[in-house]
């Protein structure tokens, strides 16, 4: 319903920006130059997804996120600031003079129906560019979708990397960007000189592929074996008595850190089983990758103080850019009515899932067409002065964002005290160099490679 | 042990502040400001290398001030004003952390902030600096502390307080936390001290040491070259791993019976729908999230009209839940499940559709995102049963509810007119109805009380878990296997298959995992059904196959 009702207030919206700057809206909208978008793209045949609208309606774009389902507890707020940004955008007149106009469909945490809802999408509503999805068993449930209809998809969460898909722009943190700094810190000094370690994830693709790099890069930091400790639990899992207690059991005798992937609403009963079985942050650190500000909200922080958070963005980052994301953030909380009113918080996912749609958003009015073969060049290098405080950049070659990395302790208020950072932007590296086969691997859509899988190039011009 | 770990820490804390409070009385202005001024002033540095570095020093004062200030830091009482003073923030006021004084009229002053690297420095600085205190307990819970891990430094100050301790009990943890030194030492006497006051306590902490002692290395010498020592710490290593083993033991009979209980609640309430009256309810777990959403509901009003009874707002969960379910379950029964007794098919999909119909409802009013339901704060935490088997309280709490509620089904079933005339229905129909029972009537209060009995189990389930729209998707085939490898009709058998179901599943799940442990579970009830379809308490008689 609240959809509809922004929907409905974004038209209004445009029908007064209409009257009022009747020069700002058709003047970008005049054909783009021929020949200035399209002379890098690759001779990709002409996607069949291609709005066929005219070209002065207002631009599609989809919104794939669970609005319900173990995932809602996460992806609910991803559809909030997507809206939001995207009212943002056509506050300021909307891209190439036309607005923008969000559909958002709810795959309701069931990994089929995300394909599905992502074909509608594309097909149907005929959408120019979707974000979307959380999990990464949602995300290679519609790669082949994405793929097959040539259309795009910004993924704003950080992932196990080992993939790169030509219709895909990765706003989330790759491996090198998220779990291996954060390994790397409970190892140090000041971050408790973990010497074992329990890996610790939700029963899917992300944290077994996670896990795998980080016990390959345990074993190159010369960890042994038996000083690791792998466990998976199903979605949705309430029952942590027996695996709070056997890491309890493991942690005696050397300094053990908990590397937690578990996604979702289970998050809930195992941190709640953590404070009941007495396991504090400065015994048993836990550092989570799909924890942020947002999964907090739902549970008593007191006993949760000191456990450990690694993202790219955090709400307590004291930026100018910052400050003005929250400031629009709450905002638009206040003025769509969101439950949970000024509770409301920014986390990760929500700043890149805010970043990604201002970059498309510079690509469309950079190619002067929201045509995917020339968006996607435009797309690859731009920059943007991101809520983290940092410029970044979309890399040219792996279509993954330069990020910062930041780990944070929770706090009693719910929120996150940074205890380390990198100096700058990272670049990421989807094809971890500690897993032997993916270490040869290559992903670079530009001439000669353009592949995201090879190990040699692809493409060789006759010359 | 741990409990009493606790409450030590609680009354380390008071006596630390009363010490203080003392000292303050006695010497208004505290003359040697110096060094420990400078080292109190430091906690407060950005650097929080700094401030680690001025803990650790603070461990070996003597000045009372000290334990004061790194209490009040603990506790997140310190803060600093913007004078760069050190200040402790009591009840009546802020105080000076250097001089005592109280601090009038209070300065702006934020709270310093801690950080893990910080806590654990300052938990054996306060251990450390508690060794000497004149309450026995403090004594003895700063012992514990420091027999967990001790630090190079802070060995000379443990080993003094060794020498001056006449408690056995403290005497025994500062050896053990003296062990952990001693064990490298040079001299063979030591260690072999260390390794039998290792031994002596059975603590699985002192595993990796010891197991260092007997392992070989590459060129096949052992870690230990004298081979009494040895001996020592091999016979220390089996004390240990027997000791393990028995808390293991006790460990998963404890969590399978509270998993069990888990279970029974969310199938109690379909061993009467299903049990007795045959219906194939697919909406029973849905039943299962109208009463943890009542809970909620009930959590809410305690929070706008009783704030202050907060934690006693099951008094009204219970019968809300109860009462929602009930009446819930009898306008089903009315309106739609009384047209398709004897047709299980119709009824399987009917009650589905009603699941579906309900779930869409409760996420239209609540919205599809999970409600936070607390714990009351008597049911946060837990009791240390031994060492590494800690019963949170919501467990305990759950499995006496789910007596009380499995007390509740008996007495309805054996004691009330009602369960007279539910059981006679069950044994036969045709015949009840002969003998005058309004089976209609009846049939719909039995289907009320299942109902309602589902809303007290999610009543308990939303104390373990997350309450959302889905919540009866994750219990209703779980609840199904109770009763079926139960026997279906039989409350008792019920009983004993989610308690047998619990401690199968959690003795499992260490060796398995938490998937393939589940999946092994299913494997065993598939072929336990196809041995015995009657499950395990059978009805018996000539009604019974009917």
Same mark, same amino acid.
């Given at each position: 319903m609240s959809v509809r009702l922004s929907a409905l207030s974004g038209a209004l919206l445009m029908l007064g920006f209409g009257c009022g700057q009747p020069a700002s809206a058709p003047q970008p909208a005049a054909a783009p130059e021929p020949g200035a978008a399209p002379g890098a793209a690759p001779s990709t045949p002409a996607a069949p997804a291609e709005s066929a609208s005219a070209d002065t309606g207002p631009i599609k774009v989809g919104i794939l996120h669970s609005l319900s389902g173990t995932m809602a507890i996460s992806e609910t707020s991803l559809k909030d600031v997507a809206l939001m940004t995207i009212d943002e955008i056509n506050e300021k007149g909307g891209v190439l003079g036309r607005k923008l106009e969000p559909v958002v469909v709810d795959p309701a945490s069931n990994w089929p129906l995300f394909a599905e809802k992502a074909r509608e999408l594309i097909t149907k509503d005929k959408v120019a560019v979707t974000f979307g999805c959380w999990t990464s068993v949602s995300r290679k449930s519609v790669l082949p979708v994405f793929e097959e209809l040539n259309s795009l998809l910004f993924y704003p969460v950080q992932y196990e990397g080992e993939e790169s898909s030509y219709n895909v722009f990765y706003t989330g943190a790759a491996p090198n960007q998220q779990a291996i700094p954060a390994t790397e810190y409970m190892m140090s000094k000041e971050g408790g000189e973990a010497k074992r370690f329990v890996l610790l994830g939700t029963d899917y693709v992300y944290p077994r592929t996670t896990n795998k790099i980080l016990r390959y890069f345990l074993q190159s930091k010369g960890v042994a074996e038996a000083d690791i400790m792998e466990k998976y639990t199903p979605f949705g899992f309430t029952d942590y008595q027996t695996i709070v207690a056997e890491v309890k059991r493991f942690a005696a005798g050397k300094r053990t850190a908990v590397i937690s992937t578990i996604n979702g609403d289970s998050n809930v009963p195992f941190y709640k089983e953590l404070a009941n079985q007495g396991v504090k942050a400065?015994?048993?650190?836990?550092?989570?990758?799909?924890?942020?500000?947002?999964?907090?909200?739902g549970i008593d922080t007191a006993p949760l103080v000191g456990h450990l958070a690694a993202w790219n963005y955090f709400q307590s980052i004291n930026s100018p850019e910052n400050k003005a994301f929250i400031e629009k953030w709450k905002a638009y909380v206040a003025k769509a009515k969101l439950p949970g009113g000024d509770k409301r918080v920014t986390n990760d996912p929500m700043e890149a899932t805010y970043v990604g749609i201002h970059m498309w958003a510079h690509a469309v009015a950079q190619a002067g067409t929201t045509k995917v073969d020339a968006v996607r060049q435009a797309v690859a290098g731009q920059t943007f002065k991101a809520p983290s405080g940092f410029e970044i950049k979309m890399d040219e070659k792996n279509h993954h964002l330069h990020k910062p990395v930041f780990i944070g302790e929770v706090q009693a208020n719910g929120q996150f005290q940074i205890v380390w950072k990198t100096e700058g932007p990272v670049r990421a590296m989807p094809w971890s160099p500690f897993v032997p086969d993916s270490a040869k691997k290559v992903a670079d859509w530009t001439y000669p490679w353009l592949c995201g899988n090879c190990t040699e190039p692809k493409v060789a011009l006759a010359k | 042990m741990a409990e009493r770990y606790l409450s030590c820490i609680g009354r380390l804390i008071r006596v630390g502040l009363t010490g203080c409070l003392l000292f303050t009385l006695a010497l208004p202005a505290a003359a040697d400001g110096g060094e420990l001024g400078a080292l109190i002033g430091s906690l407060s540095a950005s650097d929080r290398a700094r401030a680690g570095a001025a803990v650790e020093a603070l461990a070996l004062r003597k000045e009372p001030e000290a334990l004061t200030a790194l209490t009040a830091l603990r506790d997140g009482l310190l803060l600093v004003a913007a004078d760069g003073r050190v200040l402790i923030q009591r009840t009546d006021g802020l105080y000076d952390a250097e001089s005592g004084a109280k601090v009038e009229p209070a300065p702006k002053a934020d709270v310093i902030v801690m950080n893990n690297t910080l806590r654990r420095q300052v938990t054996p600085a306060i251990a450390a600096l508690s060794l000497r205190a004149p309450d026995h307990g403090v004594r003895l819970s700063a012992a514990v502390a420091l027999s967990k891990s001790l630090d190079e430094k802070l060995v000379p100050t443990v080993r003094a307080a060794l020498a001056d301790e006449k408690d056995p009990e403290i005497k025994r943890m500062l050896s053990q936390a003296v062990a952990q030194a001693d064990i490298t030492s040079s001299d063979p006497k030591l260690r072999l001290a260390a390794v039998q006051s290792m031994g002596a306590s059975a603590d699985v902490a002192y595993k990796s040491s010891l197991a260092v002692l007997t392992a070989r290395d590459a060129a096949g010498n052992y870690g230990e070259r004298d081979p009494q020592i040895r001996e020592a710490a091999e016979s220390a290593l089996s004390r240990i791993e027997r000791k393990e083993l028995f808390t293991r033991i006790v460990r998963d009979l404890f969590y399978g019976l509270s998993l069990g209980s888990v279970l029974l609640l969310a199938a109690l309430g379909l061993a009467v729908t299903f049990g007795l009256m045959r219906v194939i309810n697919m909406a029973h777990g849905e039943m299962l999230m109208l009463g943890a959403y009542s809970t909620y509901v009930a959590q809410r009003l305690f929070e706008s009209y009783l704030p202050s009874a907060m934690d006693f707002y099951m008094v009204l969960a219970i019968p809300l839940a109860f009462a929602v379910c009930m009446g819930v379950g009898m306008v089903l029964e009315r309106t739609v499940i009384r047209f398709l007794y004897g047709r299980p098919l119709e009824t399987l999909l009917a009650t589905w559709g009603i699941s579906l119909l309900l779930i869409q409802t409760v996420r239209l009013i609540f919205g599809a995102q999970n409600v936070t339901v607390a714990n009351p704060s008597w049911l946060s935490g837990g009791y240390d049963l031994l060492p590494g088997v800690v019963l949170p309280y919501n467990r305990i709490a759950t499995v006496l509810f789910v007596g009380m509620v499995v007390a509740f089904v008996n007495w309805i079933l054996k004691r009330t007119p009602l369960g007279l005339q539910v059981r006679a229905i069950t044994q036969n129909r045709g015949m009840a109805a002969c003998m005058g029972i309004p089976t209609a009537r009846v049939d719909m209060l039995t289907f009320g009380v299942g109902s309602g009995i589902a809303g007290l189990g999610g009543v308990a389930l939303s104390q373990l878990g997350n309450v959302g729209p889905e919540l009866g998707q994750l219990y209703i085939v779980d609840s199904f296997l109770v009763v079926v490898v139960g026997g279906v009709?039989?409350?008792?058998?019920?009983?004993?298959?989610?308690?047998?179901?619990?401690?199968?599943?959690?003795? +499992?799940?260490?060796?398995?995992?938490?998937?393939?442990?589940?999946?092994?579970?299913?494997?065993?009830?598939? +072929?336990?059904?196809?041995?015995?379809?009657?499950?395990?308490?059978? +009805?018996?008689?000539?009604?019974?196959?009917?």
């Open positions: 400065e015994d048993i650190p836990v550092v989570a990758f799909s924890v942020g500000e947002e999964e907090l909200r | 009709g039989k409350i008792a058998g019920s009983v004993v298959a989610a308690v047998g179901l619990g401690t199968i599943n959690k003795v +499992l799940e260490p060796f398995a995992g938490a998937v393939l442990g589940k999946i092994f579970l299913l494997v065993f009830v598939v +072929l336990f059904i196809q041995r015995r379809p009657q499950g395990l308490f059978a +009805l018996k008689g000539r009604s019974a196959e009917s």
